[in-house]
């Protein structure tokens, strides 16, 4: 065996000194790169199973009256000026640095306790699979198969009030290949001011509520703001509620500013009062798109987001959004506006642009707005249009979602929405649990599909974060294709022959739904978490009742059917020693210390140091093309 140079054995005693180190001692693998806190994982409660979607109403003839006449006030800017500045530095003054803190919980209470939430018997098939992201794919494509078999050893019946461990997977890790994208801790999204008008009742319901869901968007995911300002508007709301809500805000990591809205102004009007609050906002002059939404607005993808709406200059006058879905809808209103639900982002020059317009002036003798508008988002447009020459810039990837019924076709797509809405009243959806898998594998792997073998000709698909899909005669059909699950109500009306090209504009032609067929059968995500060491866990359930699932001679399963994941991030790298000494992490200890300076004293550029790391890690040392060091399995 051939003697290793001096200056290589001190490179790998510093090394073997410095994992030795951050693995036995918590104190200093902190002081390096702050491990995750420790503290509860935050709960996430499903809404009571929803009644039937109501028949959508046909769209109305003529537009209703404002709920209450406004009051034409030309000082009401100046006012909001104050008013903001005012309510931001009180506020700020207030608020203190929140930790959420990050613990395991015991996977058999964990699961028994999700179970519990949402009405699902202890009695189940279960079945657990360990999955492993590498982040090495050069896109993001709509269906990823592989060839790898989801569940080779099947399933087991499982009591989970008489046992305090689940059933181990003692399988290797399934490995799938994702686009580097960046998880929530990743993103600055400081140029973004973000304005929500609603009221605290509806603010503070534990249903429409929604700080779970802004949680998810507007932080690092560990109790620190991601940068992004929030500017609440509260409607009849009294100081102690006002200041209620700003601290349950703060005390999660959200940088908000909550304030009481103009009581003259009606619904549009308070939406449309939105652009001066957020242009009188202390951070204006910092962020570069402010943007109004509805407080069922979700953003799974705000790195994403972000890259799009730079495509248009910041500094110029722009009015960016999307259109509903639906063509009829489309064809009634006849106006081509930024519909709310989905975002609508305004340049600053825009901004300042609105205020000097006359958007809230009232017809006196009507007691109608001069610009025409029974909605905010249409009165909105309308200011703009009737006073300036800007039109909409077309944002396709943001989402209206105007379909009710099982919207198991939108998530189950593939695609990578840039906004969800309607998630808890047209539609039900859970989005800040389906967001959790960002957790692990970056922005991106939202809602992707991968695909897997199962026995015989069946075939499984993971919609990541919303669903598991199981195929059992096997998939005959272009993927491509959405599925038509969806309800659109007043389906008479394209009786005759005629297909209802409702939402074809869209998303293309349709695919045939498969429910009541026999040929699908789905898990839904109903709960999950981020454990401290990084994995995410994610449990999909299908409910013996849904019968969905049961074909036409088929029977009812006697238990509920329970999937478990286990989500690891796998991270490849190759650092020189003229950058950096080592880069470690183990599941709790990480560290992180710049040793150039060894580097020049040892003269060693043509060292390396590669890892792959997850539930395992894999250390390679290499110098040039001699591998010297090679260690595989830790845990």
Same mark, same amino acid.
């Given at each position: 065996?051939?003697?290793?140079?001096?200056?290589?054995?001190?490179?790998?005693?510093?090394?073997?000194?410095?994992?030795?180190?951050?693995?036995?001692?918590?104190?200093?693998?902190?002081?390096?790169?702050?491990?995750?806190?420790?503290?509860?994982?935050?709960?996430?409660?499903?809404?009571?199973?929803?009644?039937?979607?109501?028949?959508?109403?046909?769209?109305?003839?003529?537009?209703?009256?404002?709920?209450?006449?406004?009051?034409?006030?030309?000082?009401?800017?100046?006012?909001?000026?104050?008013?903001?500045?005012?309510?931001?530095?009180?506020?700020?003054?207030?608020?203190?640095?929140?930790?959420?803190?990050?613990?395991?919980?015991?996977?058999?209470?964990?699961?028994?306790?999700?179970?519990?939430?949402?009405?699902?018997?202890?009695?189940?098939?279960?079945?657990?699979?360990?999955?492993?992201?590498?982040?090495?794919?050069?896109?993001?494509?709509?269906?990823?198969?592989?060839?790898?078999?989801?569940?080779?050893?099947?399933?087991?019946?499982?009591?989970?009030?008489?046992?305090?461990?689940?059933?181990?997977?003692?399988?290797?890790?399934?490995?799938?290949?994702?686009?580097?994208?960046?998880?929530?801790?990743?993103?600055?999204?400081?140029?973004?001011?973000?304005?929500?008008?609603?009221?605290?009742?509806?603010?503070?319901?534990?249903?429409?509520?929604?700080?779970?869901?802004?949680?998810?968007?507007?932080?690092?995911?560990?109790?620190?703001?991601?940068?992004?300002?929030?500017?609440?508007?509260?409607?009849?709301?009294?100081?102690?509620?006002?200041?209620?809500?700003?601290?349950?805000?703060?005390?999660?990591?959200?940088?908000?500013?909550?304030?009481?809205?103009?009581?003259?102004?009606?619904?549009?009007?308070?939406?449309?009062?939105?652009?001066?609050?957020?242009?009188?906002?202390?951070?204006?002059?910092?962020?570069?798109?402010?943007?109004?939404?509805?407080?069922?607005?979700?953003?799974?993808?705000?790195?994403?987001?972000?890259?799009?709406?730079?495509?248009?200059?910041?500094?110029?006058?722009?009015?960016?959004?999307?259109?509903?879905?639906?063509?009829?809808?489309?064809?009634?209103?006849?106006?081509?506006?930024?519909?709310?639900?989905?975002?609508?982002? *305004?340049? $600053?020059?825009?901004?300042? &642009? /609105?205020?000097? !317009? +006359?958007? @809230?002036?009232?017809?006196?003798?009507? %007691?109608?707005?001069?610009?025409?508008?029974?909605?905010?988002?249409?009165?909105?447009?309308?200011? *703009?249009? $009737?006073?300036?020459?800007? &039109? /909409?810039?077309? !944002? +396709?990837? @943001?989402?209206?979602?105007?379909?009710? %019924?099982?919207?198991?076709?939108?998530?189950?797509?593939?695609?990578?929405?840039?906004?969800?809405?309607?998630?808890?009243?047209?539609?039900?959806?859970?989005?800040?649990?389906?967001? @959790?898998?960002?957790?692990?594998?970056?922005?991106?792997?939202?809602?992707?599909?991968?695909?897997?073998?199962?026995?015989?000709?069946?075939?499984?698909?993971?919609?990541?974060?919303?669903?598991?899909?199981?195929?059992?005669?096997?998939?005959?059909?272009?993927?491509?294709?959405?599925?038509?699950?969806?309800?659109?109500?007043?389906?008479?009306?394209?009786?005759?022959?005629?297909?209802?090209?409702?939402?074809?504009?869209?998303?293309?032609?349709?695919?045939?739904?498969?429910?009541?067929?026999?040929?699908?059968?789905?898990?839904?995500?109903?709960?999950?978490?981020?454990?401290?060491?990084?994995?995410?866990?994610?449990?999909?359930?299908?409910?013996?009742?849904?019968?969905?699932?049961?074909?036409?001679?088929?029977?009812?399963?006697?238990?509920?059917?329970?999937?478990?994941?286990?989500?690891?991030?796998?991270?490849?790298?190759?650092?020189?020693?003229?950058?950096?000494?080592?880069?470690?992490?183990?599941?709790?200890?990480?560290?992180?210390?710049?040793?150039?300076?060894?580097?020049?004293?040892?003269?060693?550029?043509?060292?390396?140091?590669?890892?792959?790391?997850?539930?395992?890690?894999?250390?390679?040392?290499?110098?040039?093309?001699?591998?010297?060091?090679?260690?595989?399995?830790?845990?």
């Amino acid at each position: 065996m051939p003697r290793i140079p001096l200056h290589r054995f001190i490179a790998i005693a510093v090394v073997a000194f410095f994992l030795i180190l951050s693995y036995y001692h918590e104190d200093v693998s902190q002081t390096f790169v702050p491990a995750f806190k420790d503290t509860p994982v935050e709960d996430h409660v499903s809404p009571p199973s929803p009644p039937s979607p109501p028949s959508p109403p046909s769209p109305p003839s003529s537009p209703p009256s404002p709920e209450r006449k406004p009051e034409n006030k030309p000082e009401n800017a100046p006012a909001t000026t104050k008013q903001v500045a005012q309510a931001h530095e009180t506020q700020q003054a207030e608020t203190s640095k929140v930790e959420l803190h990050i613990s395991d919980v015991d996977d058999a209470a964990f699961l028994h306790d999700v179970l519990k939430k949402n009405n699902v018997e202890p009695d189940i098939n279960y079945v657990m699979r360990t999955i492993r992201y590498i982040t090495d794919a050069k896109e993001r494509p709509m269906l990823t198969n592989t060839s790898q078999e989801l569940f080779p050893l099947g399933w087991k019946k499982v009591k989970l009030d008489g046992i305090n461990k689940l059933p181990v997977d003692t399988l290797d890790p399934l490995e799938i290949h994702v686009m580097k994208s960046p998880r929530p801790d990743e993103i600055d999204a400081s140029e973004l001011l973000f304005g929500v008008s609603t009221t605290y009742k509806r603010f503070n319901d534990k249903v429409e509520g929604p700080v779970k869901e802004w949680v998810r968007w507007l932080t690092d995911g560990n109790g620190t703001s991601n940068g992004a300002g929030l500017v609440l508007q509260l409607h009849e709301t009294t100081d102690e509620q006002l200041a209620a809500a700003h601290k349950l805000l703060t005390d999660v990591g959200i940088d908000a500013t909550v304030i009481h809205s103009d009581p003259s102004l009606d619904m549009p009007g308070r939406y449309v009062d939105l652009v001066p609050i957020l242009y009188s906002h202390p951070s204006r002059a910092s962020r570069k798109y402010l943007a109004l939404i509805d407080d069922d607005t979700f953003f799974p993808s705000l790195g994403a987001l972000m890259k799009e709406l730079h495509s248009y200059d910041p500094d110029k006058e722009n009015y960016i959004g999307t259109l509903t879905e639906r063509v009829d809808f489309i064809m009634h209103d006849r106006v081509p506006m930024a519909y709310g639900g989905a975002g609508v982002f *305004i340049t $600053n020059p825009l901004a300042r &642009t /609105l205020i000097g !317009l +006359p958007c @809230l002036d009232v017809n006196p003798l009507t %007691g109608e707005y001069t610009e025409s508008g029974f909605q905010g988002d249409r009165l909105l447009y309308h200011c *703009i249009k $009737n006073h300036t020459s800007i &039109t /909409l810039n077309y !944002l +396709p990837r @943001l989402n209206q979602l105007d379909q009710w %019924g099982d919207p198991a076709g939108f998530y189950e797509a593939g695609h990578q929405p840039l906004s969800l809405h309607h998630y808890k009243s047209w539609h039900h959806a859970r989005p800040e649990i389906s967001h @959790l898998v960002s957790d692990a594998c970056g922005e991106s792997c939202v809602f992707q599909r991968f695909g897997f073998d199962g026995k015989g000709a069946s075939k499984w698909v993971l919609n990541n974060g919303y669903s598991l899909a199981e195929y059992p005669t096997g998939i005959h059909w272009d993927m491509s294709k959405m599925e038509s699950t969806f309800d659109l109500g007043d389906a008479n009306s394209w009786a005759s022959g005629k297909e209802d090209v409702r939402l074809a504009f869209a998303y293309g032609a349709l695919r045939e739904g498969l429910s009541h067929t026999g040929k699908k059968r789905a898990w839904e995500a109903l709960g999950g978490r981020k454990r401290a060491d990084g994995v995410v866990d994610m449990i999909y359930v299908k409910r013996r009742g849904d019968h969905r699932w049961i074909g036409e001679h088929e029977k009812e399963e006697d238990r509920e059917n329970v999937v478990g994941t286990g989500l690891h991030r796998a991270w490849w790298g190759l650092w020189s020693w003229s950058s950096c000494c080592m880069w470690y992490m183990l599941p709790v200890h990480s560290m992180s210390v710049d040793c150039s300076w060894l580097a020049g004293v040892l003269g060693l550029d043509d060292f390396g140091m590669r890892m792959k790391m997850g539930g395992e890690v894999r250390i390679e040392i290499e110098m040039g093309d001699e591998m010297i060091w090679d260690k595989w399995g830790w845990n």
